[in-house]
């Protein structure tokens, strides 16, 4: 693989607020359309059981979280938008992960030692209330990132542990089973640490966060969001006294959304002496104008739930071409074979049989081209015409190799900057990615 791939789970266990929105969505939107990079960006709807036992509460925040990040841009044909319960291979892989973890590594678990320790602190059992799910967490975690071999996690300096974790269970497994040939199955995944992502304060000031119940939810109406907006603490300082914007809710929800000049006149107002109305005003006004054409979109997407499923099926079925062939590469790994299966050299000549093939021709025109075709026979890839055979010939040694950054625009295959193919008819870009992932450990 020469592209990037970049990978972020949303558990949908609430309504996404404004703090979702600056510090994940609208980063990750805007990450999305980098060129070079593969974006996965998943519903961890199986991560939501651990702590939500409300089915109908789980149900409603998937329609609502898959709905929020489509309203703001997220585009489905350029990325891999699905939801996890939609990928059985998940689950399965999990298993052979929890086959080769390390329990003492898994005791270490942040959440799961945070869980004893307070059972212990109130002389309980220290598993008290401590499900399997907890516990398993990190594995399941693991799984979502080792299945798409995922080069890069974004997360905040909390969940370094889990990729830490991923790390260690993924190298466990190629360590286990990619003997003696020194396949490596999964990529050891790195994280990807926000340092500046925004965290906003919610309506008390402490962080905003479902836990505390000091939400702005990111589509409220526009009335409510005025009436939350007016509801934020603020001190007793009158209009006239100066204000400090150091610690102010206020100001850091309007720098989050305001371009840099407009905070700096806000600030400056801050030091004339503003009045907490006036401030507050300004504010709603400052998120409407962002957020009004979002809540239009959110609105229209809300009311077709079918759409969002079809969405979602869609992506489902999209990132199961890549989870499908693989996880049955990691079950022939273990030894989940068809009994009938005979090893050695045969079974190496056919394994290398049933590669993918580019082939490379000459049109009426002079110029020369190739395709790229699966096993079947089934037309994949095909590329423009080049000036000459040796440049056709270094663009399949590049995609065969991996080698160079790789990024689907639409139909267009994309290669260091230059277009070098475009799909066949009929044909999604997980079928051309599964296909030279089949080329990994060959000769070019």
């Known amino acids: 693989m020469s592209a990037t791939r970049v990978l972020t789970g949303i558990t949908t266990s609430g309504t996404p607020h404004l703090g979702n929105y600056a510090g994940a969505i609208r980063p990750a939107v805007a990450a999305s359309r980098r060129p070079g990079v593969e974006s996965f960006y998943f519903l961890a709807d199986y991560h939501a059981l651990i702590k939500v036992q409300d089915p109908a509460r789980v149900q409603r925040s998937t329609l609502e979280i898959a709905a929020s990040w489509l309203a703001c841009g997220l585009d489905p044909d ?34 799961y030692k945070a869980a004893v320790d307070k059972n212990t602190e109130a002389g309980e059992d220290p598993d008290a209330g401590v499900t399997a799910g907890l516990f ?81 939810p990111l589509f409220a109406p526009r009335e409510q969001l005025r009436k939350l907006v007016f509801s934020i603490k603020t001190d007793s300082r009158g209009p006239g006294e100066p204000k400090d914007t150091e610690g102010s809710a206020l100001f850091q929800l309007y720098q989050a959304f305001a371009a840099p000049e407009h905070a700096a006149a806000f600030a400056r107002a801050f030091a004339d002496g503003i009045g907490w109305g006036e401030a507050k005003q300004a504010l709603f006004e400052q998120l409407d104008a962002e957020l009004a054409p979002l809540r239009e979109k959110y609105e229209a997407l809300i009311a077709r739930p079918d759409h ?137």
């Not at 929890?98 to 678990?109: D, E, F, H, I």
């Not at 999964?186 to 992502?197: D, G, Q, W």
């Open 308 to 444: 969002i499923e079809q969405v979602l099926l869609a992506g489902a079925e999209k990132a199961r071409r890549i989870a499908t062939p693989f996880m049955g590469e990691l079950r022939r790994a273990v030894g989940l074979r068809d009994l009938r299966e005979q090893h050695g050299a045969r079974t190496a000549a056919r394994a290398k049989a049933a590669l993918p093939v580019f082939k490379q021709y000459r049109e009426a025109d002079g110029r020369f081209h190739f395709k790229l075709v699966d096993a079947g026979g089934r037309e994949l890839l095909v590329s423009p015409g080049f000036a000459s055979p040796r440049e056709a010939g270094q663009a399949v040694a590049a995609l065969k190799a991996g080698t160079g950054a790789r990024a689907f625009r639409g139909d267009a295959l994309w290669l260091d900057e230059a277009e070098v193919a475009r799909l066949a008819p009929g044909i999604e870009a997980g079928d051309v990615i599964a296909a030279l992932e089949a080329f990994a450990g060959e000769d070019a």
């Open 78 to 111: 350029q990325v891999w938008f699905y939801r996890q319960s939609d990928i059985p291979e998940i689950p399965e892989l999990t298993w052979l992960l929890t086959c080769v973890a390390g329990k003492g590594l898994l005791n270490r678990a942040h959440a």
């Open 136 to 216: 398993m967490y990190p594995v399941l975690m693991a799984a979502d990132i080792l299945m798409f071999r995922a080069h890069l996690v974004p997360v905040g300096r909390d969940q370094v542990q889990h990729i830490e974790m991923a790390r260690d269970f993924g190298a466990r497994f190629n360590h286990l089973y990619g003997e003696p040939e020194g396949r490596q199955y999964f990529v050891l995944p790195e994280a990807a640490i926000e340092e500046n992502v925004a965290t906003l304060p919610g309506l008390d000031g402490r962080k905003m966060s479902k836990s505390y119940d000091n939400t702005i």
